[in-house]
């Protein structure tokens, strides 16, 4: 018996009866089309032989006059092994043979496929249970009727601190986890509705008391007769204090005093508010006498030609632009413009708002948006921007750059035995130390935990990266103290190359993580990738 390998056209011989050594040695494996069952598998058609001749491939001294009936096992079209059975020599072939055969092989194909398939599924389990226990967003599965809970992963218990003893085989009700139980109940409607739930946004309240903003996403499954709830949970707490000081930023420029003017066709000022002249610095009988163009540098004559045609047609406008006070600072505003005919008149009426706290708000959050909280270093999204970019211009200029994936060692250790506080104290300080070590034209990123990643450009070798990895490593080995303590670091460092090993980032930056795992395991200081994994 002969089952199909991995590679899909060998096959590999996994069960005999009294079959000749020699044989045993010489079909241990089988490429299709050579010999015999080779050809059966190639041709998925039964091949028979009633004597040994040239076509029997494989033999050996003193083999006896035999046949063959050689049937290929057939699955879906697709083979998945094959049946050799030996006759005498001189074996007249029999329907009733082949029909029986098949019946066999048939059978066969429905074992090999269900353990395969078993194998397949114990296979998938293990890397579902892999991306559950690494994800870090919280999954569970609970009984959808009182949310009994059966399975958490490690990132539930980091968010709401409860441990799998404390939360398995007891209720979201016991545990009090929603600080609004009816939003259970509408998430539960609305996924009854639609099959599933996608980010429905509520409050939870973890073991300690604290309310965290989440976001689940969830499904039904049946498990051991049961309907359950499978979630995803992340934690939007930052995100909706993000939110809400954005938007108490834009509430309080909103009701800053507006700087009012009305202003006629030539440019010139007919009339001006408090707010405009405390803003300005100048005082009304100055104002008079001064046109647009003097308090807006982005408004030459011309422009303001063509804006006032524009406005006269669409009756408003709203742009940004910048003003002068009477001191030289500029300030960018934001100005609404509106049309109106006062008197037999033609008037622009501008409301005018400084909006510098709303420019650095807007500042803030795009910092905060690419750069990690923790360590202030760029974060996973702005360092793969700059990776494309870099991957571009070395396409268009034909240079090289270099990937760094940089893992610490002993830090889990050290993270657990003094807590998390301490580890991110000497994470801000291993941050500090790296970024110290890279040139200006370089990044250095934060990856998460307590992996880093790192992109040089414009490498006219392999020796600026391999030297960059030893003076990286050389810099985290030193000691360095926090409090009364003083600890000892080491770094294991993958190294990808653009274009020898890879030429997208995504490849870059797997290359790289696998050849770090590969320093790790080889205590090497740093290993270049293997492009052929």
Not at 22 to 38: D, I, N, V, Y
Not at 59 to 65: A, D, L, T, V
Not at 284 to 297: A, F, K, L, N, Q
């Amino acid at each position: 018996l002969f089952v199909t390998r991995e590679d899909g056209n060998t096959l590999e011989l996994v069960a005999h009866y009294n079959l000749a050594e020699p044989l045993q040695t010489a079909c241990a494996r089988l490429p299709f089309g050579k010999c015999l069952c080779g050809r059966a598998a190639a041709s998925r058609e039964i091949v028979f032989v009633d004597h040994v001749d040239e076509s029997h491939e494989i033999s050996y001294e003193g083999i006896k006059p035999h046949g063959h009936y050689c049937v290929p096992i057939l699955f879906d079209d697709r083979v998945l092994g094959v049946l050799n059975t030996y006759v005498d020599a001189g074996y007249a072939r029999k329907a009733e043979d082949e029909q029986f055969l098949k019946a066999v092989a048939q059978t066969l194909a429905l074992t090999i496929e269900h353990k395969r398939t078993e194998q397949s599924l114990k296979k998938s389990e293990a890397q579902l249970s892999k991306i559950f226990n690494s994800t870090p967003d919280a999954v569970t599965i609970s009984r959808l009727e009182d949310g009994l809970f059966f399975y958490i992963n490690p990132a539930f218990t980091s968010m709401f601190k409860y441990t799998p003893e404390e939360a398995l085989g007891k209720t979201v009700s016991s545990l009090n986890l929603w600080v609004n139980p009816e939003d259970r109940v509408n998430m539960v409607r609305e996924l009854d509705k639609a099959g599933e739930v996608i980010g429905f946004e509520s409050e939870i309240r973890s073991k300690e008391g604290n309310t965290l903003s989440v976001f689940i996403s969830a499904c039904k499954i049946e498990m051991e007769g049961e309907t359950c709830l499978v979630t995803t949970t992340r934690d939007i707490t930052e995100r909706k204090k993000m939110e809400e000081q954005y938007r108490f930023t834009q509430f309080s420029v909103k009701h800053t005093g507006d700087a009012l003017f009305w202003i006629t066709p030539d440019a010139r000022f007919f009339y001006v508010n408090e707010a405009a002249l405390k803003n300005l610095g100048y005082s009304r009988e100055e104002m008079m006498t001064m046109s647009v163009m003097d308090i807006d540098p982005d408004f030459p004559a011309e422009r303001w030609r063509q804006t006032w045609l524009e406005l006269k047609t669409k009756n408003n406008l709203e742009f940004e632009s910048i003003h002068r006070r009477k001191d030289g600072t500029i300030f960018p505003v934001e100005i609404k413009a509106n049309f109106l005919e006062y008197g037999g008149k033609e008037y622009n009426f501008a409301f005018v708002q400084d909006i510098t706290i709303r420019k650095q708000a807007e500042e803030v959050i795009n910092h905060m948006a690419h750069h990690d909280l923790l360590t202030g270093l760029p974060n996973r999204t702005l360092f793969m921007d700059r990776l494309e970019q870099a991957i571009a211009r070395c396409r268009r200029d034909e240079t090289m750059l270099a990937v760094m994936f940089l893992d610490l060692d002993n830090f889990k250790s050290i993270n657990d035995s003094l807590g998390h506080v301490t580890g991110d104290q000497i994470l801000k300080q291993i941050a500090g130390k790296l970024a110290s070590c890279m040139r200006l034209t370089d990044t250095l990123a934060r990856f998460g935990g307590d992996e880093f990643i790192a992109l040089m450009t414009d490498l006219k070798s392999t020796e600026a990266p391999a030297q960059m990895a030893e003076k990286l490593n050389m810099m985290i080995s030193e000691p360095f103290s926090l409090g009364t303590d003083e600890f000892l670091l080491g770094a294991s460092i993958g190294i990808a190359l653009y274009p020898e090993h890879a030429n997208t980032s995504e490849r870059l930056i797997l290359l790289a993580d696998k050849a770090m795992y590969g320093a790790k395991s080889s205590r090497k200081v740093y290993q270049f990738a293997d492009p052929s994994i």
